[in-house]
């Protein structure tokens, strides 16, 4: 069935590192990868998005790379600081038309950030 | 706009006990979504809805049921309660041109 891989499932980094949690899914048709962020007992919000048509895409310290071919994209958070400290969720959208796709989610991150 | 509302925050049930879970979103939004989510596991999809009445199973659709008969309500309705069933419940919502969900505060719900 359709399904969403996270790795890793937990990571740790200094303040001030990087930080690059990656996700595959399997429905080549595909078209929309968002990013969560989860606080403890707190819901999703949303991070960051990107469509199939964009390889890349930028919002200060947070990116996502997605490949197509390969049928995997990253989240990538420069100059970690402790706020950062969350577990993340990827997620791809299956069935391709907006009138009726769904959201798979990926199994979750939890980002420590040591001060 | 309060976005999405739901209701209650925390509830214990036990077993073989009856709820309905509400959610309510005031952005005239066609698409709406009932997840759940198990301690340290992703969102799991139980059912989704396109338009006031059509609903549709999701991933873990088994022991609950939904109906949609307003554009802004979507109940989630628990017949029998099992252990299994404790769990964190969010509802979403998005409008008909965006991919973008809008979570709900969560339900914690715990079966004993």
């Known amino acids: 069935g359709e399904n969403v891989e996270q790795h890793p499932s937990t990571l740790s980094v200094q303040e001030g590192d990087s930080a690059v949690i990656k996700c595959t899914y399997s429905d080549s048709a595909s078209n929309y990868f968002p990013w969560y962020k989860q606080e403890l007992g707190k819901r999703p919000q949303l991070i960051i998005d990107?469509?199939?048509?964009?390889g890349e895409k930028k919002d200060q310290r947070i990116a996502v790379t997605l490949n197509k071919t390969a049928k995997h994209f990253s989240l990538h958070i420069t100059e970690t600081q402790p706020e950062d400290s969350a577990v993340y969720f990827c997620?791809?959208?299956?069935?391709?038309?907006?009138?009726?796709?769904?959201?798979?989610f990926g199994q979750g991150t939890t980002l420590q950030v040591k001060p | 706009n309060a976005g999405v509302t739901q209701t209650p925050k925390f509830r214990i049930l036990k077993i073989g006990q009856s709820m309905t879970l509400q959610c309510t979103q005031d952005?005239?939004?066609?698409?709406m979504y009932w997840y759940r989510q198990d301690p340290g596991m992703g969102l799991k999809l139980i059912y989704y809805s396109v338009g006031a009445g059509i609903t549709d199973k999701g991933e873990v659709p088994n022991g609950y049921n939904v109906s949609r008969s307003t554009t802004e309500d979507f109940p989630l309705r628990l017949e029998l309660a099992a252990p299994s069933q404790t769990s964190v419940y969010f509802c979403a919502s998005r409008g008909a041109l965006t991919y973008e969900q809008y979570f709900g505060p969560g339900t914690r719900l715990t079966v004993t």
């Open positions: 952005m005239n939004h066609n698409y």
């Open positions: 990107i469509r199939s048509n964009v």
């Open positions: 997620a791809a959208f299956i069935g391709g038309s907006s009138n009726t796709g769904k959201l798979i």
